[in-house]
């Protein structure tokens, strides 16, 4: 089978490996991997065709040569993230020491002021006098900003790699973060469901306290009614008066006759 040309477009062509499988070439490839003899004869080399295009490529040398090239791009089988100098980048800071990224977060500020600096500088040369033509052509520059573009190029670049060293720390922090946010949230949640729960409880008891005193009322009507009457007559009795509080020994209607 032909070289499957690399393509650089967006959505690029899937490989023309499926056309090769076909049920005839299935039936076929079985049929010759089968025991016995064949009932039609063998091409030579036409089981070793049908067994390259139909059977499962081999992904063990992946891992014995460590990268793989797939649409023109090269991967690696362990994820690696690209040093300054893996890329061809001057050495403007030092390689990563700690898994905690401290000389990444160190280096950020140092490589911003350097790029500010620059191009300050770059701003000064281009408002400053021109000079005379082919001045710079001895020193192999087309323009005296060329120096400071490519060193603010190398600045950008050396930031975006030191940024991308920081991936793990911010992916770490950001996990610390969002399990703090949950944390909180079921707090507030767990607070909201007790105090809603107490005030239920409350509720509860407010209602068997008063279903408790109606069940008491309903069940002895008739001591309600007897203790009210008993009430009325104790009132009437106090208001006579007894004949020996009188010292006369008149009735309590003859005293009110004698004053009328």
């Given at each position: 089978m032909?070289?499957?040309?690399?393509?650089?477009?967006?959505?690029?062509p899937p490989p023309g490996y499926y056309k090769a499988f076909t049920p005839e070439a299935l039936a076929r490839l079985a049929e010759l991997r089968s025991e016995g003899d064949s009932a039609e004869p063998l091409a030579p080399?036409?089981?070793d065709e049908?067994?390259?295009?139909l059977d499962p490529p081999r992904a063990d040398w992946v891992l014995e040569e460590g990268q793989w090239m797939l649409f023109g791009q090269k991967y690696t089988a362990e994820p690696h993230i690209p040093t300054?100098?893996?890329?061809?980048l001057p050495a403007l800071v030092s390689d990563p020491v700690s898994a905690g990224g401290d000389s990444e977060r160190a280096a950020l500020p140092l490589l911003l002021h350097s790029?500010?600096?620059?191009?300050l500088a770059f701003v000064d040369v281009l408002t400053g006098t021109a000079r005379v033509p082919d001045e710079l052509e001895a020193y192999g520059r087309q323009s005296q900003g060329d120096q400071y573009i490519q060193h603010m190029s190398n600045l950008a670049a050396t930031m975006m790699v030191s940024a991308n060293q920081l991936r793990g720390v911010q992916a770490e922090a950001t996990l610390v973060m969002l399990m703090e946010k949950q944390l909180e949230e079921r707090r507030a949640q767990t607070e909201r469901l007790r105090t809603k729960s107490r005030e239920i409880a409350a509720m509860v008891r407010r209602l068997k306290e008063n279903a408790t005193a109606e069940a008491g009322e309903s069940r002895n009507p008739s001591r309600s009614r007897t203790n009210s009457h008993t009430l009325g007559e104790s009132q009437a009795v106090s208001l006579k008066l007894s004949p020996a509080a009188n010292g006369h020994g008149e009735s309590d209607g003859d005293v009110l006759m004698s004053e009328v």
């Open positions: 032909a070289a499957v040309p690399i393509t650089n477009t967006l959505f690029p080399g036409e089981l049908l067994a390259v295009a300054a100098r893996d890329i061809g790029f500010l600096h620059t191009l």
